[in-house]
């Protein structure tokens, strides 16, 4: 197939910009200047802007990675020396290799399971198969798993009940005289005093022989879905009670009803603060989950650096910096992800989101 010359003949490359323009959607900004190098358009400003947008975050890393190992080589404990960038990327690979063969355990105990259930059917076909489900000891990428299901629930629950109530009080100048001293109240409680509190009322409340959720999970969910509803409460309603008079008259003017009024003046105009109260939550939600994991000993990261300090051997301090630094990739990628679901929604696409 002969490929056109010219104009026509643009590369994958060339045409990227113009899918995201039609499609209204932002570009990430260090894919910008890597996308016009490849066009051709004036490579030296577009190779200082990838300097800034790649290689000062690149050279902040390797600074930090530096002082890092320098200042671990000086830290002695009574597991040996605190562990520094190479022992926790040995230490992540470990996990890894656990984490696979793990998978070939599981994956040979099921296949035992259905050759016995085969045989025996073959012998009385009238026979029912039951599959005993794997209960081997959980890696640390299927904690991983179970703390991202449990902040994720118990976060979109929290958002559903917590962006209403934000546009109702914004709306509302009585609604939020009346709501406000509630959520000043609560809103500063630690979630280790709430942890006791939803513990003692989950194992009261939610009793089933057969539960669909382990009542672990419900009292890390609902922990984290009590700590983190007060910051898209509070930016939601600031966002509301701050559209601007000439939008409101506007409205007026079109004698638009309360929910058409909502849905085209109110929201868009409020999108910003609620998505800066959305990603305070989500973080905030974060952190909670780790800690109430620790405290309550329910699956997940944080059970999984509790057991590694009381483990005390002498890899424990690599796998907790692993723990960690495994805590604060998916803490900025769940920020970045809110960041783009923003810039997808946003109407102003031109605005700077940070």
């Not at 990428?141 to 958002?159: C, D, H, K, R, Y």
């Amino acid at each position: 197939m002969r490929l056109p010359s010219g104009h026509e003949g643009r590369t994958l490359f060339a045409t990227i910009p113009e899918l995201f323009m039609n499609k209204n959607l932002s570009m990430p900004a260090f894919l910008t200047p890597v996308i016009k190098l490849f066009r051709g358009e004036n490579p030296l400003a577009q190779l200082a802007l990838m300097g800034r947008t790649l290689g000062l975050p690149l050279i902040g890393i390797a600074v930090f990675l530096v002082i890092w190992s320098l200042v671990a080589e000086q830290i002695h404990t009574s597991l040996g020396k605190f562990p520094g960038p190479v022992q926790v990327a040995t230490q992540a690979d470990s996990l890894y290799q656990e984490y696979e063969r793990t998978q070939l355990k599981e994956t040979a105990f099921y296949a035992r399971q259905k050759e016995r259930n085969a045989e025996r059917m073959a012998k009385d076909p009238g026979y029912k198969p039951v599959i005993i489900p794997y209960t081997g000891q959980p890696t640390f990428f299927s904690q991983i798993g179970t703390s991202l299901f449990t902040v994720l629930s118990g976060f979109i629950i929290a958002s559903l009940i917590a962006i209403p109530i934000g546009i109702a009080i914004g709306l509302s100048a009585g609604l939020y005289a009346a709501i406000n001293p509630l959520i000043q109240l609560f809103r500063p409680v630690s979630p280790l005093a709430w942890l006791p509190l939803v513990t003692i009322v989950v194992s009261a409340a939610y009793v089933s022989n057969d539960p669909m959720f382990s009542k672990s999970y419900l009292v890390s969910m609902i922990t984290v879905l009590l700590c983190c509803l007060w910051p898209t409460i509070i930016n939601t309603a600031v966002g509301v009670a701050a559209v601007s008079q000439d939008l409101k008259n506007v409205s007026r003017v079109l004698r638009l009803g309360w929910w058409t009024h909502v849905r085209r003046i109110v929201l868009p105009s409020a999108l910003p603060m609620m998505f800066t109260g959305l990603r305070l939550s989500l973080s905030i939600a974060w952190m909670v989950l780790i800690a109430a994991e620790m405290l309550a000993q329910n699956p997940g990261l944080g059970k999984f650096i509790w057991d590694q300090f009381q483990n005390g051997s002498s890899d424990s301090l690599s796998r907790i910096m692993v723990a960690v630094v495994v805590i604060g990739l998916i803490g900025f990628m769940l920020d970045r992800i809110m960041l783009l679901l923003q810039r997808w929604i946003s109407w102003d696409k031109s605005a700077v989101l940070r």
